[in-house]
């Protein structure tokens, strides 16, 4: 069986287009094979010269997700969450910031896949971060900017504000061939 036999490439396509974030989620957990499938996930997603500079650590006790809901402007959802998983990374700059979110994505992708929702918490400030380290344990040498929180969506529930949904279109973001201009028919 080919790649695309198992997934067949509209649905694939599809799937990638309409991945959301969520915020809302029902009370039951997830499995810890489940948790672990998209650890390996992570564990095998690329870096800068392959040097992975981060480390998760795994949350599923509710107290702690409570807490670390209070530690972002924007990380409140946390507090419903089912697990969340705390991605700090070692170094900082632009490579370090690609590999962070490159990571973060993947796991994202990898939970939708198996029907589990889940969304970016930021830890805004440095103070913030401390928080986390404090709470978690972590060394100084880790900076944990955010967490992904993960559950299973609860639909009947609005997931975001109108002004976090859409997009611009795609003349707005993108040119072809030289900046500004768009294809011809
Ligand atoms: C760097 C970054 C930080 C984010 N921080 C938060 C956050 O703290 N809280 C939150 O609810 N969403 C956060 N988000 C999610 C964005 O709000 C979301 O990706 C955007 O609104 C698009 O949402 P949609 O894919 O559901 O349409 C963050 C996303 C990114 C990329």
């Known amino acids: 069986m080919t790649d695309t036999e198992s997934f067949p490439p509209d649905a694939a396509l599809a799937a990638l287009r309409s991945l959301r974030q969520s915020r809302r989620f029902l009370p039951d957990p997830i499995a810890r094979e489940d948790l672990e499938q998209l650890l390996e996930v992570a564990r095998w997603t690329g870096s800068a010269k392959n040097t992975q500079p981060w480390h998760l650590v795994v949350v599923t006790d509710r107290e702690t997700n409570s807490a670390l809901a209070g530690m972002g402007a924007f990380a ?22 690609y590999d962070d979110g ?31 380290r404090d709470l ?16 299973y969506t609860d ?31």
């Open 155 to 185: 639909t009947s529930q609005k997931q975001a504000s109108p002004q976090l949904s859409g997009r611009k279109p795609l003349a707005e973001i993108v040119s072809w061939g030289r900046y500004g201009a768009q294809p011809s028919a």
């Open 136 to 151: 978690l344990g972590m060394p100084a040498e880790l900076e944990p900017w955010s967490a992904i929180g993960l559950g």
């Open 76 to 97: 409140g959802f946390l507090a419903g969450v089912a697990a969340s998983i705390v991605v700090a990374v070692r170094g900082d700059g632009r490579s370090v910031a």
């Open 102 to 132: 490159r990571l973060q994505e993947r796991v994202m992708l990898a939970a939708s896949h198996l029907g589990i929702g889940s969304g970016t918490a930021w830890f805004s400030t440095p103070e913030n971060r401390q928080q986390v």
